[in-house]
C-alpha cells in the first residue's frame, strides 16, 4: 500500500520568503508523485508532477520540488512567496497513468505581509 | 471546452435520505474518479472509471455508496440512507486516458446531512 506524510498541517511565512513543504512517501513500487493546490472553495489544482527523467521537476507559479529516491522524499519549494501563494497543498502518489491518488493530509500556508 | 463540472455546488440533506451528485467530465476524457475531502479523513479515493466500466471501487465506505457513468461521459454517485458522516466535499476528477497522469478536478459538491 502507498502512504504520503505531509509534515506541518499549517505553515506561516513571510511575504518574499522561501516558501518549503514538506513531503515524504512510502511505495512498494516506483512512485510517481504530484503536489497540487486548493484554493478556498475550488477543486485541485496541479502544480507539478514528478514521473520519469529528472529529479527536479519544475511546475507553475514558480514553485519546483526535488525527488529523493534515498530519502523518499518530494519536496515543495519556492524562492519568494507571494501573497497568492496563500492556499492548501496536497502530495499525492500513483502507482502508474491513470491510478487512483494517494494523498497527503495537506499542508494550509498562510502568508504574512 | 470547459473544465470538470459537478452539481451541486451545495446540498443540505436529512439524515436516512438519499442524494445523487453528478459529474460532468472534460469532453474526451476517458477516465473519470471520484474522492471524498473531509475534515476527519482528509482526501480519499472512492472509486475509478474507464469508459462506463469502474475496475477500482476500493474506496467505496460501505454499500450504502453507489456510482455509476453512462455514456463514457457524465458519472452520478448515489448515497443512500445519508448518515451525518457522509457530510464531506465530494470531489470528481477526469483524465485523458490511461496513459495520462494528469487529473482535473472539478469544484466539489460540499454535502451537509442535517
Known amino acids: 500500500a502507498q502512504s504520503v506524510t505531509q509534515l506541518g498541517s499549517h505553515v506561516s511565512v513571510s511575504e518574499g520568503a522561501l516558501v518549503l513543504l514538506r513531503c515524504n512517501y512510502s511505495s512498494s513500487v516506483p512512485p510517481y508523485l504530484f503536489w497540487y493546490v486548493q484554493y478556498p472553495n475550488q477543486g485541485l489544482q496541479l502544480l507539478l508532477k514528478?514521473?520519469?527523467?529528472?529529479?527536479l521537476v519544475k511546475g507553475i507559479n514558480g514553485f519546483e520540488a526535488e525527488f529523493k529516491k534515498s530519502e523518499t522524499s518530494f519536496h515543495l519549494t519556492k524562492p519568494s512567496a507571494h501573497m497568492s501563494d496563500a492556499a492548501e497543498y496536497f502530495c499525492a502518489v500513483s502507482k502508474a497513468a491513470g491510478n487512483k491518488l494517494t494523498f497527503g493530509g495537506g499542508t494550509r500556508v498562510l502568508v504574512k505581509p | 471546452g470547459a473544465g470538470v463540472s459537478q452539481s451541486p455546488s451545495n446540498k443540505v440533506t436529512e439524515k436516512g435520505k438519499d442524494v445523487e451528485l453528478r459529474c460532468d467530465p472534460i469532453s474526451g476524457h476517458t477516465a473519470l474518479y471520484w474522492y471524498r475531502q473531509s475534515l476527519g479523513q482528509g482526501l480519499e479515493f472512492l472509486i475509478y472509471?474507464?469508459?462506463?466500466?469502474?475496475?477500482?471501487k476500493s474506496g467505496l465506505p460501505s454499500d450504502r455508496f453507489s456510482a455509476e457513468r453512462t455514456g463514457g461521459s457524465v458519472s452520478t454517485l448515489t448515497i443512500q440512507r445519508t448518515q451525518q458522516e457522509d457530510s464531506a466535499v465530494y470531489l470528481c476528477?477526469?483524465?485523458?486516458?490511461?496513459?495520462?497522469?494528469?487529473?482535473?478536478f472539478g469544484p466539489g459538491t460540499r454535502l451537509t446531512v442535517t
Open positions: 472509471f474507464q469508459g462506463n466500466s469502474a475496475p477500482d
Open positions: 514528478y514521473t520519469t527523467g529528472a529529479t
Open positions: 476528477a477526469s483524465s485523458l486516458a490511461d496513459l495520462s497522469f494528469e487529473q482535473y
